[in-house]
């Protein structure tokens, strides 16, 4: 596996990872995904709730293992993650009170060219030998997918402190974002998994082709954490809860589209 650096300059690239400041202590820390940031579905569904609340909402998007070592660390007041194995073992190690899903889409695989051929996503996988492989590799629920999917292939993995991936001569690991991921798979011709909302989100400046199965591993629910590490903010973060899961916010993500595609969708 090759693993490529990439030197963050904060502020300008997206998907680097900074621990978001406490100076505020009034502050509302919602951490969470950049899907949900980037496609434009938090904006679109928390504007009533900041109006009526007059909280003041910082959200900082990482993947979800950054995510969650937030909340380990009360860096956070809430959570809305997408990797439902770690966050379960969150919740089981006392970091988490509860979780609960409120929406979900799916992964797609994008690259220089569909692979409509295939049956499945294991199939496609398995038919990119011969081709180049971006991962995020940044423990994200995308990066969890991926190593899921991979583990089901015949490919022989090798595993480091990286996760699972193939052995396969091109194959790169950024430790980066959804966008940044992305931008990477268009400039080089390669394939990656993305989520379909941020790939939609950026579809209009991308060369990449999306392809679509209907496997049941490719389902990508997101879910609100609860902790137990910031008391003092509980009744905001419970709130947040009650105002996500309303049949309000339900119409609002099922009317939500990204080029007058339906992104999200509700349980």
Same mark, same amino acid.
């Given at each position: 596996?090759?693993?490529? !650096?990439?030197? =963050?300059?904060?502020?300008?690239?997206?998907?680097?990872?900074?621990?978001?400041?406490?100076?505020?202590?009034?502050?509302?820390?919602?951490?969470? !995904?950049?899907?949900?940031?980037? $496609?434009?579905?938090?904006?679109?569904?928390?504007?009533? *709730?900041?109006?009526?609340?007059? !909280?003041?909402?910082?959200?900082? %998007? +990482?993947?979800? /293992? %950054?995510?969650?070592?937030?909340?380990?660390?009360?860096?956070?007041?809430?959570?809305?993650?997408?990797?439902?194995?770690?966050?379960?073992?969150?919740?089981?190690?006392? *970091?988490?009170?509860?979780?609960?899903?409120?929406?979900?889409?799916?992964?797609?695989?994008?690259?220089?060219? &569909?692979?409509?051929? $295939?049956?499945?996503?294991?199939?496609? +996988?398995?038919?990119?030998?011969?081709? =180049?492989?971006?991962?995020?590799?940044?423990?994200? /629920?995308?990066?969890?997918?991926?190593?899921?999917?991979?583990? #089901?292939?015949?490919?022989?993995?090798?595993?480091?402190?990286? /996760?699972?991936?193939?052995?396969?001569?091109?194959?790169?690991?950024?430790?980066?974002?959804? #966008?940044? &991921?992305?931008?990477?798979?268009?400039?080089?011709?390669? *394939?990656?998994?993305?989520?379909? #909302?941020?790939?939609?989100?950026?579809?209009?400046?991308?060369?990449?082709?999306?392809?679509?199965? &209907?496997?049941?591993?490719?389902?990508?629910?997101?879910?609100?954490?609860?902790?137990?590490?910031?008391?003092?903010?509980?009744?905001?973060?419970?709130?947040?809860? &009650?105002?996500?899961?309303?049949?309000?916010?339900?119409?609002?993500?099922?009317?939500?589209?990204?080029?007058?595609?339906?992104? +999200?969708?509700?349980?």
């Amino acid at each position: 596996m090759i693993r490529v !650096t990439l030197v =963050c300059l904060i502020l300008f690239v997206p998907g680097c990872i900074t621990t978001p400041s406490l100076e505020n202590d009034d502050t509302f820390i919602l951490a969470t !995904t950049t899907s949900l940031r980037d $496609s434009g579905l938090l904006d679109h569904i928390l504007s009533d *709730f900041l109006s009526e609340t007059q !909280t003041d909402l910082k959200i900082v %998007a +990482f993947g979800t /293992g %950054a995510a969650l070592n937030l909340g380990k660390k009360g860096d956070a007041d809430v959570l809305i993650v997408h990797a439902p194995e770690k966050e379960n073992q969150f919740i089981d190690d006392g *970091f988490g009170t509860s979780r609960t899903t409120f929406t979900y889409n799916h992964f797609v695989i994008v690259g220089p060219r &569909t692979l409509e051929n $295939s049956p499945n996503i294991i199939h496609a +996988f398995e038919s990119l030998n011969s081709d =180049c492989f971006i991962s995020r590799g940044d423990s994200s /629920g995308t990066h969890e997918k991926e190593q899921t999917i991979w583990q #089901a292939t015949n490919y022989t993995l090798n595993q480091d402190d990286g /996760g699972f991936y193939p052995e396969i001569e091109n194959y790169f690991s950024v430790g980066n974002g959804m #966008a940044v &991921t992305l931008n990477m798979a268009n400039e080089m011709g390669c *394939f990656t998994l993305s989520d379909r #909302a941020t790939y939609l989100h950026l579809k209009p400046n991308l060369d990449l082709k999306m392809t679509e199965f &209907t496997d049941e591993i490719l389902m990508n629910p997101y879910s609100i954490i609860q902790l137990n590490t910031i008391k003092e903010k509980q009744s905001i973060a419970i709130e947040l809860e &009650t105002y996500l899961t309303s049949d309000i916010v339900m119409s609002k993500i099922e009317n939500f589209t990204i080029n007058n595609e339906q992104s +999200f969708f509700v349980l």
